[in-house]
């Protein structure tokens, strides 16, 4: 009994002991601090969790939280609550956290939208320094302040981080890399230099080749692909194809044997109807040619020799179109609203005759029929739901849809369920990105784009919008200063004008127009205002904004205005600025009507305006009978036109919709479609010179 009362008592005496050790081993065993690995490591949790560590830990643990926690919070989109916390680190930082630091600032910068001092901070950073988390963050640093506008730098920081990444952002890599290649110019890829050591570059730049003079003949380009892929095996886009380019070799021709053309045909937006659907006959019945090849930029165009071909007198007596109900209902020209359509009565004057600007070269598709046996059925939008026109058209066996024209038609696109592929002729305010539907539309919007790319590669940095003080004329102006700042500008100023009347008594009072404005407000330029009690307060203007309008500097005037407009306001400008003012004088295509006399001609010296081509001698076959069905409308005419691209697209919708970055030589611009299979159009840019009109070199 003794032991065994001994050993009880031992082991009582011992149980202290044993718990003291155990607490002790539990102490040692404590998972050691996980911050400095993280630091070097993708941040994996929400800011919540980062500074909760932040919270209960000290000294060099409690700033490797806070460093996640700032990455933390600009990932989750919160640049002051970022700033707020990076304004509160210690001043002794050490190597690694130093370098996190310097990768965070321009990454802030970037969350600001201040993209030029984001890529001058990221210049200062050795990438060699950094580890591999890293680098890949500052690639897509340099990849960001670049804001897509293509370069060899851009290129390069691609093909720098592709190594780094894998998975969705791997092909996400790749496929900005084309993204950067299918931006290029061919005048920009032929100027290209690169080092002999490039090999990757090199191979990247072989393939945009390969794609350039194949991109309209799918057969074609999937051989130039294959032959390109044994050619470059250790190219990271022979083993990973952009996305693009696994299009291509899945594409499949789409059947266009039966074509439902839908269109309003009773109403006040007939017109508009009537003028597409005669292009789109036209263009089907006759096999209508493409544009003309593009003749000399340096020839002038004798502003007289049209006349002879198709005076006033020769052509029918012209009749004002009815205006629609609902300014937003039609689709509309390039150059108005359909309300500012109706609203401008139209003129029976003798058209211009102009010879194209010079473009890229491209591969034309001609507009010829989809197959000979090709049908074309036409149904009234105007007459019932478009829900149940869709259902008709399928069960009449349509197999595309060209249409809807009607904007409220259109929007209920994305609602509908229909298999067919549908080519619509207007577009939704938020375009959704929908496999079986493409969207064209001649809008003022698309027009505004094109002329901020134009005035950007002439090389002026500080432009003013004159525009007509409605609806039109905010809708422009935000689509030109969205695009601008998209090309790397800075703010675009605007002054709106009123009426006639109005422009009429600043002529009459001398008081000119001066070449000042405030900014157009965009999302990128605008801050957020504050919300109090349900009611937004707007933020106050920055320095910047407020001195914009009186910096004296615009070297650019985009000028929204009818011809009559125009006719006033280029005089206006000249009162204020001097015949010889430094700033070049823009307009859009509302400008142009046909009323191009020889006083006007000289008046308008110097001034740029944009068209389509056919309306800017690309077709002069085509413009003479466009005229005519439209008795001398100009805007009926280039819905004419647009129906006549309508009947090419509507021919080769598998390659538009399937094969990003097909382009056509059309009658309304050079058409592309971005990812969203959105037409886009580039105009055809003229300038008065000496009484004559003439490209724009």
């Known amino acids: 009994m003794l032991p065994s009362t001994l050993n009880r008592s031992k082991a009582g005496r011992c149980l202290p002991v044993l718990l003291a050790a155990l607490i002790f081993a539990g102490c040692s065993t404590q998972a050691p601090d996980q911050s400095a690995t993280l630091l070097q490591g993708e ?4 800011s919540a969790y980062y500074l909760q560590q932040m919270q209960q830990s000290a000294d060099d643990s409690k700033t490797n939280w806070q460093l996640l926690a700032i990455r933390s919070l600009l990932k989750e989109g919160k640049p002051q609550q970022a700033v707020a916390l990076y304004n509160q680190l210690p001043q002794q930082l050490n190597d690694a956290q130093a370098r996190e630091q310097q990768l965070l600032v321009p990454e802030v910068k970037l969350a600001q939208k201040d993209f030029n001092a984001a890529s001058a901070l990221l210049e200062k950073i050795d990438p060699s320094t950094l580890d591999k988390s890293q680098q890949s963050r500052y690639y897509q640093a340099v990849i960001d302040a670049s804001q897509g506008r293509p370069s060899l730098a851009l ?29 290029f110019s061919p005048e920009q890829m032929n100027s290209l230099v690169i080092n002999a050591d490039e090999n990757t570059l090199q191979g990247w730049l072989d393939l945009q080749h390969v794609w350039s003079d194949n991109r309209n003949d799918p057969n074609m380009l999937k051989a130039g692909i294959q032959d390109w892929q044994t050619r470059y095996p250790n190219n990271p886009g022979s083993k990973t194809l952009p996305t693009q380019l696994v299009n291509v070799q899945n594409f499949k021709p789409a059947s266009t044997g039966k074509i439902a053309l839908l269109l309003p045909l009773n109403g006040q937006a007939a017109v508009f109807g009537r003028a597409i659907e005669q292009g789109f006959e036209a263009a089907k019945n006759n096999g209508v040619a493409p544009v003309a090849a593009v003749q000399s930029a340096a020839q002038p165009v004798d502003p ?45 004057a003798t058209p211009q005759t102009t010879t194209p600007a010079a473009q890229p070269d491209v591969q034309t598709v001609p507009s010829v029929a989809a197959s000979p046996t090709a049908e074309i059925k036409i149904y009234d939008t105007s007459s019932q739901p478009l829900s149940q026109v869709l259902a008709q058209a399928q069960q009449d066996g349509a197999t595309l849809v060209v249409g809807p024209l009607l904007k409220n038609n259109v929007d209920q696109l994305a609602s509908t369920n229909s298999p067919l592929n549908i080519l619509a002729l207007n577009q939704p305010e938020n375009v959704q990105n929908r496999p079986n539907i493409c969207y064209f539309a001649l809008s003022p919007e698309d027009e505004a784009r094109d002329a901020a790319d134009h ?46 009347s109005d422009l009429k008594r600043g002529i009459n009072s001398g008081s000119g127009i001066a070449l000042t404005g405030t900014p157009v407000n965009t999302p990128s330029n605008t801050p957020p205002g504050v919300t109090i009690g349900g009611l937004t307060i707007p933020a106050a203007p920055t320095d910047a904004q407020i001195t914009a309008g009186s910096s004296g500097n615009v070297d650019a005037v985009y000028i929204i205005a009818t011809s009559e407009e125009v006719a006033l306001i280029k005089p206006m400008i000249a009162m204020r600025t001097g015949s010889r003012g430094s700033a070049q004088l823009y307009a859009s295509s509302r400008s142009s009507q046909g009323v191009n006399g020889p006083d006007y ?88 010179n000496q009484g004559q009109i003439v490209p724009v070199s």
């Not at 981080?161 to 890399?177: C, S």
């Not at 205006?323 to 401008?344: C, E, F, G, M, R």
């Not at 068209?611 to 690309?618: D, N, T, V």
């Open 43 to 46: 941040t994996t949790a929400g």
């Open 155 to 183: 290129l390069r920081a691609y093909i720098a981080q592709e190594p780094l990444l894998k998975g969705d952002a791997h092909q996400k890599n790749i496929d900005g890399t084309w993204q950067v290649l299918s931006q």
């Open 304 to 348: 007289n020799a049209q006349q002879q071909a198709a005076s006033p007198q020769e052509q029918p007596q012209q009749q004002e179109p009815q205006a629609p109900a609902d300014p937003n209902a039609a689709v509309s020209p390039a150059s108005a609203s359909v309300s500012d359509l109706t609203d401008q009565k139209a003129q029976a």
């Open 455 to 500: 005035i950007w590669r002439q090389n002026h940095r500080n432009p003013l919008m004159l525009i007509p003080a409605n609806a039109l004329g905010d809708r422009v102006a935000k689509a030109f200063a969205t695009e601008w700042q998209k090309l790397g500008g800075n703010l675009v100023l605007q002054q709106k004008f009123g009426s006639i």
């Open 601 to 688: 001609r000289l008046e308008m010296e110097g001034l740029q305006f944009s068209e389509i081509p056919m309306l800017s001698g690309g077709n002069p076959q085509l413009m003479q009978q466009a005229l005519s069905s439209v008795n001398n409308d100009y805007s009926l005419a280039r819905l004419y036109a647009m129906g006549v691209d309508a009947w090419t697209l509507a021919s080769h919708f598998s390659q538009i919709r399937q094969v990003q970055g097909y382009q056509v030589n059309g009658n309304t611009g050079q058409l592309t479609a971005n990812q969203d299979c959105v037409i886009n159009r580039k105009l055809n840019w003229l300038q008065f």
